[in-house]
Structure formats: structure tokens, C-alpha cells
């Protein structure tokens, strides 16, 4: 284990389309169990922050992981960095089951000859992980079988067997029932101790939760940021929220 913790590190990021700034100059600093919800209005630019983070979207500004810079590199590098992120749609192979598809991340970092080579046991890294998601039980099955919710932290776990140590979560908890939604806002605590992890949320009852501490982004800007009780006790948090409407939107 490192003596220093790990830090994600972003200043004036920016991002546009054609002209139009998705993100307009975000600076934010997310340290090492400190589980960090990103929340706002639809279309605040938090997937677009994300991307940049990920390297899926042109970016400008400076995004550091620990003395790693992460702009202007290609996806797949960022990846091997250990930044990791989830999709709101899981993206697992349905027709594989839980352990190969475990087995499909982890071997990621194996040179093409090992993963040649037969296997007999499975990887220490895979077995925890799988004890880790609570999906040891259904290792054998096909993940197109998982409940969503499963499919989410098996999603987690390929990050995990993949040594994520930046984990960036799109809306892990939509279509969620109150039971996975516990398991999951658990889950996060638990691989977020030693990690550094995002999780973009509408789910204000799930952020209020298990939070511990919020960025608020609106018009690709940085609105608030704090602890869950100061940002929704904030006006400007509560007037951009009530200013658009739908049940998506509330924080009070
Ligand atoms: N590839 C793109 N080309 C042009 N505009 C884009 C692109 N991707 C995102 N945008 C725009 O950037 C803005 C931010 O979008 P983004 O998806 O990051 O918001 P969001 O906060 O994640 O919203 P939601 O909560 O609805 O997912 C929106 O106005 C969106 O239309």
C-alpha cells in the first residue's frame, strides 16, 4: 500500500462542441475515500466531465491522478492508468458468464500468451472481486440473466479486477430496487476506502445517503461544492434545481 493517498486533480477544464462550452472551466479536487457525487440539472456537463476525465472528450485545462497527467493522452492509456468508468447502460457480454466476463477484464493486463495458456483456478484478483460485488454465487451464470442491478456491480468488479484506482460511475443506481440501491451505495463505501470514485447521480435520496461530499455542476460550471447538508442548504443549489422542473431534479 502507498504512504501517500491518491488524488484526482482538475483544473479549468473545459470542453466544447462547435463552439458551445459543455464544460466551462471545472476545477475540482476529489482525494482518496472521499466517495464524491457529481449532481445537476440534465445537460450541466457532468458525462461531458466524465468523458474529459476518461479521455473520450478533447479537453483543455489540466487533469491530473497523482503525478500522472491524464490530458491529451489516448483512452486506452488513460484506462492502463487505472481510470476507470461505467456507462449508464452496463456494457457486459450477455452471453458470457460472470467469471469469464471478470476473467475478460482482468486479462487486460495479460500478455496474449498467458491468456493462451489453460487456466485451472481462478485468479486471486477475480475471486475477490467477485466476493467483493456479492456476485460469488453466481459466478457460472450468464451475465444476460443478472438482474440490473447485478449487472452494475459486475460492471464494478471488471473496473476492480483491472486495478481502477479512479473509478467514475454514470447514474449506478437508475432502474435500481431499494434493496440494490442499499447494496450498492454499500458497495461504493467499500471500494471507495482505498480509491478515488465519481459517481454522477440523479438519485438525491441515494446521494443524500451515502455522499460524502457533492459537486454541483450547472451550465458546464461548478456550482457548489461541500458536504451534503451545506449544498442543499444552498440557494443557488436550490433555485437551479427548482428551475427546472420534473422529479429528477430535486434536492430539497
Ligand atoms: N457530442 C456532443 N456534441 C454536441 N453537444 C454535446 C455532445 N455531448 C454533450 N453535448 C451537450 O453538452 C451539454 C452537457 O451534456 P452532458 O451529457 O455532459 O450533461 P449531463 O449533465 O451529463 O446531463 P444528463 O444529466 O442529462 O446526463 C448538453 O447541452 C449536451 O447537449
Redesign the pocket.
Given at each position: 500500500m502507498s504512504m501517500t493517498a491518491d488524488y484526482l486533480e482538475l483544473s479549468d477544464v473545459r470542453?466544447e462542441?462547435?463552439g458551445?462550452r459543455?464544460?466551462d472551466g471545472v476545477s475540482m479536487t476529489v482525494l482518496q475515500g472521499d466517495l464524491r457525487f457529481l449532481i445537476?440539472?440534465?445537460?450541466?456537463?457532468?458525462?461531458?466531465?466524465?468523458?474529459a476525465i476518461t479521455g473520450l472528450?478533447k479537453a483543455t485545462g489540466s487533469i491530473r491522478f497523482g503525478r500522472s497527467d491524464l490530458l491529451g493522452r489516448p483512452v486506452h492509456r488513460i484506462a492502463r492508468l487505472g481510470i476507470g468508468r461505467t456507462f449508464?447502460t452496463a456494457s457486459v457480454f450477455e452471453e458470457l458468464s460472470v467469471l469469464q466476463n471478470l476473467d475478460i477484464a482482468a486479462g487486460a493486463h495479460r500478455g496474449p500468451l498467458t491468456l493462451l495458456r489453460a487456466r485451472t483456478a481462478v485468479p486471486a484478483t477475480v475471486e475477490e472481486a467477485l466476493e467483493t460485488v456479492g456476485l460469488a454465487a453466481h459466478r457460472e451464470r450468464k451475465a444476460g440473466e443478472l438482474s440490473h442491478g447485478q449487472k452494475q456491480w459486475l460492471e464494478i468488479g471488471m473496473l476492480l479486477v483491472q486495478n481502477a484506482r479512479v473509478l467514475a460511475l454514470?447514474?449506478p443506481v437508475a432502474g435500481m430496487s431499494a434493496d440494490e440501491r442499499q447494496a450498492t451505495g454499500e458497495l461504493l463505501h467499500a471500494v471507495g476506502a482505498d480509491r478515488t470514485v465519481i459517481v454522477?447521480e440523479?438519485d438525491m435520496d441515494f446521494m443524500r445517503a451515502f455522499a460524502d461530499s457533492v459537486t454541483v455542476?450547472h451550465a458546464?460550471r461548478v456550482l457548489a461544492e461541500g458536504g451534503v447538508t451545506d449544498v442543499q442548504a444552498d440557494p443557488r443549489v436550490q433555485e437551479v434545481y427548482l428551475g427546472t422542473s420534473g422529479s429528477?431534479g430535486e434536492v430539497a
Open positions: 470542453v462542441f462547435d458551445f459543455a464544460v445537476g440539472p440534465n445537460g450541466a456537463g457532468k458525462t461531458t466531465l466524465v468523458d472528450a449508464q454514470d447514474e454522477v440523479h455542476l458546464g429528477r
